[in-house]
């Protein structure tokens, strides 16, 4: 394969189409469980939009407002759940659920294959743990489930959008080795959140 650099805009967009073609998109990858530090077992589902489970997505949307909501209503942007809740249901929507022991809903992420300033990415829209199940690994463990899919996929990097007063998400991202992407809004734009990504060309 050549270079990432010298490829086409038009090869770079067939990656994104032929990814967000498949039915399950990480279903080459060894994904489907996890085992927390704790000893904790979880099960991972990929879900799309038209076959998400509409319970689901109304569970995805609380977790969000509970976890996210109060950092937005500190900001001039403000807690926005009609647009959130839009969001949730895009229908390029992609899901990675993650369930415990009793198939309960505890963690998700959604995402999806685009073109971004002449980029192939995946590009991560929501990464939420429930507080019960926080730092236990299924955060990074799903962030590394993303960036392998994206690399299956052959897309030169993941992006994601971080909320300047969520100090703890920038911690973690950071951790992951992910930064400020070339993109993101300077100082003089007075924004309220960065856009991080970390490349993933080899």
């Not at 010298?6 to 090869?11: H, I, M, R, T, V």
């Not at 007063?165 to 950071?174: D, L, P």
Request: glycine content about 4%; overall charge positive.
């Amino acid at each position: 394969m050549p270079n990432q650099d010298e490829l086409s805009q038009g090869a770079k967009q067939r990656f994104v189409e032929t990814a967000a073609r498949a039915k399950n998109p990480l279903e080459s990858l060894s994904y489907q469980n996890y085992k927390a530090p704790t000893g904790e077992e979880f099960k991972l589902l990929c879900r799309t939009k038209t076959d998400a489970d509409p319970k689901m997505l109304k569970w995805a949307f609380k977790l969000a407002e509970t976890n996210v909501g109060p950092f937005y209503k500190k900001l001039k942007m403000g807690w926005q759940p009609k647009i959130k809740a839009a969001e949730l249901n895009k229908n390029w929507a992609r899901y990675l659920v993650v369930q415990n022991d009793k198939k309960e809903n505890v963690a998700y992420s959604m995402f999806r294959f685009d073109m971004d300033h002449g980029d192939c990415v995946l590009y991560c829209y929501e990464m939420q743990v429930a507080a019960a199940y926080q730092r236990k690994g299924l955060g990074k463990f799903m962030m590394q489930i993303l960036e392998d899919c994206a690399r299956h996929w052959h897309l030169e990097k993941l992006m994601l959008t971080v909320l300047n007063n969520n100090e703890q998400s920038i911690s973690f991202y950071k951790q992951l080795g992910y930064g400020k992407d070339e993109i993101s809004p300077d100082v003089l734009e007075e924004a309220d959140y960065q856009i991080f990504s970390k490349s993933l060309l080899s």
